[in-house]
């Protein structure tokens, strides 16, 4: 069973920047495709971005141009860099694992909350 453990969330401003991270237990982000997803109160967890094996990125429309997908080339690690937040991306957010061994994986999620 694979783990994520998210890191990175917190209080920013608006207008700043905050670089999450996810850690896997093992080297699964080369070999599936992965993204971030996130959840504000009252809301459905949205897609946010994701980046296939082959490298092929996708985001929400809403964070086109201001966050970027990442991972490095252990396979154990993906990053999401936001930039010029909003409040409206205030939320729990979640690093997943499409499906791995047949399932999808998710991790327990790191809060960012925008404010000033």
């Known amino acids: 069973q694979v783990q994520l453990v998210e890191s990175g969330g917190g209080l920013v401003q608006p207008g700043g920047s905050l670089r999450l991270s996810c850690a896997a237990s093992e080297s699964v982000f080369s070999i599936t495709t992965i993204a971030w997803y996130r959840q504000a109160p009252g809301k459905q967890r949205e897609l946010v971005a994701a980046?296939?094996?082959?490298?092929?990125?996708n985001y929400a429309d809403s964070v086109k141009g201001r966050f970027s997908i990442s991972r490095d080339r252990s396979g154990k690690s993906m990053y999401l860099q936001m930039n010029s937040l909003t409040p409206e991306d205030t939320a729990l957010y979640y690093c997943?694992?499409?499906?791995?061994?047949?399932?999808?994986?998710w991790g327990q999620g790191t809060q960012v909350t925008v404010s000033s």
């Open positions: 980046i296939t094996p082959g490298g092929s990125t």
């Open positions: 997943n694992v499409a499906r791995h061994r047949g399932r999808p994986y």
